[in-house]
């Protein structure tokens, strides 16, 4: 099974999966080309969007795989749950599954819809272009219960660990939290663990935090109001916010990050070579896909398994 996981093989249903499965699957239209089509209109005037696909495919993948589950509505679905409450994009998938339906009804799978709008959006914003495999079902199913994912907190260890269940390598976690090159988190994540309380004690700013960045924060950004949860932080710094570029390694190495398990990753020796190579060359955008790829292919189902939903974000 390591042997696998290293060469990166696949496994069970993933190996069903297929480059091209839909592929005169829907009349004469080429389902792909109908999803990118109306992802580029989106990221033409809401470029945020590749920030929000690419943490629902996390998001998705990482509970019970890439089965559509976190689309479902109603109490106590995925969605329902703390971590995925600030997930959004849905109506993306929802504009991608309704213009398919109209197109060939049944035929494409929201899991599909979901990897495949967030392969288009991560090209759009700087990535290199890959292709992915296809054929995944929707599974019937969907519990907030499973929502099991990484803390903000989390040491270099624990995010690697949390991968490595998932059949992902160290240098792959490095990749995928790479992420974060795009996007924001909110004020509430980060005041207790690094501007006011680091370690539990009052006052205390985490050190691992660069002075300068820290001050900003305090004063500006975060100060310690409660009226200041929900402002915003850029992951990466806003003058490449929305660029997949390897920014958010370079940050690491000045003490920028801006999540602790952003930080961490460059404060323990196991992942910071591999953060140093990130930043000191310019590999992420054309290896990062890879990573995503195999994130994308966690725990599939495909075949008879599940079912091809006609509403995404509803059983059939
Ligand atoms: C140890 C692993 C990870 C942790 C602890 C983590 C944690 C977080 C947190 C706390 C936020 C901010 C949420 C908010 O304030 O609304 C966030 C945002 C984000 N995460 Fe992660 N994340 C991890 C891995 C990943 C991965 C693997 C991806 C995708 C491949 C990803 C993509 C994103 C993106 C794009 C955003 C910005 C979303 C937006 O702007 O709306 N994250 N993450």
Not at 285 to 313: D, H, M, W, Y
Request: charged content about 20%.
């Amino acid at each position: 099974m390591v042997a696998v996981a290293v060469l990166g093989l696949a496994t069970g249903s993933s190996a069903q999966l297929q480059y091209g499965f839909y592929n005169g699957k829907c009349g004469a239209n080429d389902v792909e080309a109908v999803v990118q089509s109306v992802v580029r209109a989106r990221f033409a005037r809401d470029a945020p969007i590749v920030a929000y696909l690419l943490r629902m495919q996390f998001h998705e993948c990482a509970v019970n795989g890439c089965d559509g589950g976190l689309l479902i509505d109603g109490p106590g679905t995925e969605k329902t749950a703390v971590p995925n409450l600030s997930v959004k994009g849905y109506d993306l998938i929802a504009d991608v599954k309704a213009e398919l339906e109209r197109q060939c009804p049944g035929v494409v799978s929201c899991s599909d819809i979901q990897i495949l709008a967030t392969r288009d959006a991560v090209a759009l914003a700087g990535g290199q272009p890959y292709a992915v495999r296809t054929g995944r079902r929707d599974r019937r199913q969907s519990r907030a219960s499973d929502v099991v994912l990484p803390a903000p907190e989390s040491t270099a260890a624990q995010s690697v660990a949390f991968f490595g269940n998932l059949g992902l390598s160290p240098f792959d976690t490095v990749l995928l939290l790479g992420a974060h090159t795009v996007g924001v988190t909110h004020c509430s994540v980060i005041k207790n663990s690094r501007l006011y309380q680091y370690g539990g004690r009052a006052g205390v700013t985490d050190p691992a935090l660069d002075p300068y960045y820290a001050f900003v924060y305090k004063t500006w950004v975060c100060p310690n109001t409660a009226a200041s949860d929900n402002n915003i932080v850029f992951l990466d710094d806003q003058w490449s916010a929305l660029r997949l570029d390897n920014n958010y390694y370079k940050l690491l190495q000045s003490n920028r990050g801006v999540l602790p398990a952003d930080q961490n990753l460059y404060g323990d020796w196991s992942t910071r070579w591999i953060v140093d190579l990130l930043a000191n060359s310019d590999l992420f955008p054309s290896i990062f896909p890879q990573a995503l790829i195999k994130l994308g292919e966690v725990n599939v189902l495909t075949g008879a398994q599940g079912e091809i939903r006609k509403v995404c974000s509803n059983f059939n």
